[in-house]
């Protein structure tokens, strides 16, 4: 059985309108997070022109089940796209809050020497005192900063949250400039032998 070509034109049509309007919809998503009004509100738009058309198409045409694998299909590729996006348009900046009884010296010397910012506070957990850590940095240098972490002190509690906004702090100059400082600092510490 073949299928005719402007049924799989159609139903071609309904699958990249619908992986371009969930994309869209991760995008506003984005922006909304954001608190960017307008283009949150333009984006809103033609991802609502481009559902209606889309459905359109679908209702116009209920009993030919070929569209409603294009329509599904798009929303699921869409949403793999959108995910994609996310991360190309996800902060570029996070802030790691670490949460350590122990080797908290040598942890926050580590981080000093791979020239990471960090402010250090003491607070009290369920049953003793602890150190508080806190580093913003570039996102390209966060697995660095956690395989520090990890070496140091493999029991420490650390969450990582992205950041809207920054002003002023301390960050490394050069974008490769952590690698170097944390190659040196594990050939000074011996920290794998």
């Not at 994609?84 to 926050?108: D, G, P, S, Y």
Request: aromatic share 10%; net charge positive; hydrophobic share 50%.
């Amino acid at each position: 059985m073949q299928i005719p070509w402007d049924i799989v034109i159609i139903a071609f049509l309904i699958f990249c309108s619908r992986i371009i309007d969930v994309t869209i919809g991760t995008i506003r998503i984005i922006y909304i997070s954001r608190g960017q009004k307008a283009i949150t509100a333009l984006l809103g738009f033609f991802e609502a022109l481009l559902w209606l058309v889309v459905i359109s198409q679908v209702i116009q045409n209920l009993t030919n089940v070929v569209y409603y694998f294009a329509y599904a299909g798009g929303f699921a590729v869409g949403n793999f796209m959108g995910v994609l996006l996310v991360e190309k348009f996800a902060e570029n900046i996070v802030l790691i809050r670490i949460i350590a009884t122990k080797k908290v010296k040598e942890l926050i010397a580590a981080l000093k020497d791979c020239q990471v910012g960090i402010t250090e506070v003491q607070g009290q957990g369920i049953d003793q005192e602890v150190s508080i850590i806190f580093t913003v940095i570039n996102k390209v240098h966060e697995k660095r900063v956690i395989k520090i972490i990890q070496d140091i002190n493999p029991k420490a509690f650390y969450t990582i949250e992205g950041v809207h906004t920054v002003n002023k702090g301390f960050f490394p100059h050069r974008r490769d400039s952590l690698s170097e400082s944390y190659i040196a600092l594990l050939n000074k510490r011996k920290l794998f032998k």
